[in-house]
């Protein structure tokens, strides 16, 4: 009897066990489902948030990469962890996976200069804005560095040519005062000197009223060329023998081609073009006298007219001393000679009367001795698209 009472309660208590047990599983697997449900919520949103977080880095990106001025982004250790495109563009030549470099790698390149910072990338030198700002975290703690590059060398160029042409325009106004009072006793001077030729014609002095008309030519052509600059003078358009006005120009050279011991051979074609006599005449003049000063020894002169399509091509090749690499560019600016006594105005007088009618002059080097200035000719007078690097041209 007492072990009949006694199984029962094992298994009555085995009951209540199995039924607390079931209870406590079926609390356990809803606080699993719950957890479950929580824990694919919360999935979501950080999968929301890494979503949103890439479009915000993207969008960061896209911001940086448009900004026009380079930007270069510093961590707490001075290196660059990341660039803009326009940094890249600014570094590539010089410096290669800009990015993970310490800034002061970088910094080498920038100097202070008189007029303010430069920055030099592979030989190349830029006037630059340099800006630094400090980037904090929210208790205000320095994270890092934002360094802004932004080029001004074409602001800077800009200056320079405006001081530059302020000057000019000074000098051009002092020159056209100093021209006026020279030319009156100059023609004097000329008028006197070709009476004194004739008188002295056929004697042994004969020579020496060449070397003062000499003189006289080239003192009233420098005054011609300072008189032009200062003026800007514009052409007065008109049918004109380019032939004619070689000749003429080669005329009135002719006493200092005599003493300079040059020949001038001419091979010329009956062209005509729309232009002004007077000036084109000055043209010539002034490269004709740039080759005759570059051959003090003497030597020959050629003047060379071709035609090919709608051009006119005057090549005047000359056995002087040519032109050095590092001058031929500069030779057509203001105030650039490499004569003592030249006053660096007579081939950019040229170069200026020559765009006035549409053409352009180009130097070169020959290739045995001497120098070729070919001065291209639109046969009409209009703005047309030709090759400025003297291809045209029948340089030695």
Do not use: W
Not at 57 to 83: C, P, R, W, Y
Not at 177 to 184: A, F, G
Not at 323 to 343: A, C, L, Q, R, V
């Amino acid at each position: 009897m007492d072990k009949t009472v006694k199984l029962n309660e094992a298994f009555h208590s085995f009951t209540q066990a199995s039924k607390s047990l079931e209870l406590y599983y079926a609390r356990l697997g809803e606080k699993v489902q719950y957890l479950t449900q929580e824990l694919e919520k919360k999935n979501a949103q950080l999968n929301e948030a890494v979503s949103q977080l890439g479009e915000s880095e993207d969008f960061l990106q896209a911001i940086l990469q448009s900004i026009g001025e380079a930007m270069i982004v510093l961590d707490q250790d001075e290196k660059i962890t990341m660039i803009n495109r326009a940094a890249e563009d600014l570094f590539s030549p010089g410096f290669h996976e800009v990015k993970g470099m310490n800034f002061s790698e970088l910094s080498t390149a920038f100097e202070e200069g008189k007029s303010g910072t430069v920055l030099t990338v592979h030989s190349k030198r830029y006037d630059i804005i340099l800006s630094r700002s400090a980037v904090h975290d929210p208790d205000g703690a320095v994270r890092g560095h934002v360094i802004l590059i932004k080029d001004i060398t074409n602001i800077k160029e800009i200056e320079r040519r405006q001081e530059r042409n302020s000057r000019l325009i000074a000098m051009g106004e002092m020159a056209a005062k100093i021209v006026h009072e020279i030319r009156s006793p100059l023609c004097s001077m000329e008028l006197f000197s070709s009476m004194l030729a004739k008188d002295l014609e056929g004697t042994p002095h004969a020579e020496m009223s060449k070397g003062i008309s000499t003189g006289i030519q080239s003192l009233n052509n420098i005054l011609t060329n300072m008189l032009l600059f200062a003026r800007n003078q514009k052409p007065t358009f008109r049918s004109v023998s380019l032939a004619a006005v070689i000749d003429e120009s080669i005329k009135m050279l002719t006493p200092l081609t005599e003493i300079r011991k040059v020949s001038i051979t001419r091979s010329l074609t009956d062209e005509t073009i729309s232009g002004d006599a007077e000036l084109l005449k000055q043209v010539f003049m002034n490269i004709l006298m740039n080759a005759l000063q570059a051959m003090p020894d003497g030597g020959s002169l050629e003047v060379v007219m071709t035609s090919r399509e709608e051009f006119i091509i005057v090549s005047v090749i000359d056995e002087g001393e040519g032109i050095s690499p590092e001058n031929i560019e500069k030779i057509f600016d203001p105030f650039f000679s490499t004569k003592d006594k030249g006053t660096g105005l007579g081939l950019t007088i040229a170069h200026k009367i020559m765009e006035c009618h549409e053409g352009f002059i180009k130097a070169f080097v020959n290739d045995d001795k001497g120098s070729t200035f070919c001065l291209t000719f639109p046969v009409i007078s209009r703005k047309l698209n030709i090759n400025k690097e003297g291809a045209l041209c029948m340089n030695k």
